[in-house]
């Protein structure tokens, strides 16, 4: 069985940092590729960041290009995302997800993935 939980959410003030987890069980996070979505309250849920199998390409929407870095810890089957010069209008629940299948990717839409976690709260006070 399939489950990743998220976790490093706070609340910040603009211009600061955190560091999201989201650790894999079931599941093998070199083998396939992963993202990080987010969804603010009234909007749809958003593709931020994506890496390739086995920690390859890296992909980011432009609003958050530069200043997220996703990464993970094959190690540790563990996914990452830092978040530096954060914003308010960065406030969101934020969504690891994984997929397990293969064929055309496209790396920040939500189909592209079939298993997700609970979330975790970034807000960020201006």
């Known amino acids: 069985q399939v489950q990743l939980v998220e976790s490093g959410g706070g609340s910040v003030q603009a211009g600061g940092s955190l560091r999201l987890s989201c650790a894999a069980s079931?599941?093998?996070?070199?083998?396939?590729?992963m993202g990080w979505f987010r969804q603010a309250p009234g909007k749809e849920r958003e593709g931020v960041a994506a890496i390739y199998a086995g920690g390859g390409s890296t992909f980011y929407a432009d609003s958050v290009e530069v200043r997220f870095t996703i990464s993970q810890d094959n190690a540790k089957n563990t996914l990452y995302l830092q978040m530096n010069s954060l914003k308010p209008e960065d406030t969101a629940m934020y969504y690891c997800?994984?997929?397990?299948?293969?064929?055309?990717?496209?790396?920040?839409?939500?189909?592209?993935?079939?298993?997700w976690g609970q979330g975790t709260q970034v807000t960020v006070s201006s």
């Open positions: 079931g599941y093998t996070i070199s083998s396939y590729s």
């Open positions: 997800a994984a997929r397990s299948f293969r064929g055309s990717y496209v790396p920040l839409s939500k189909n592209a993935y079939n298993y």
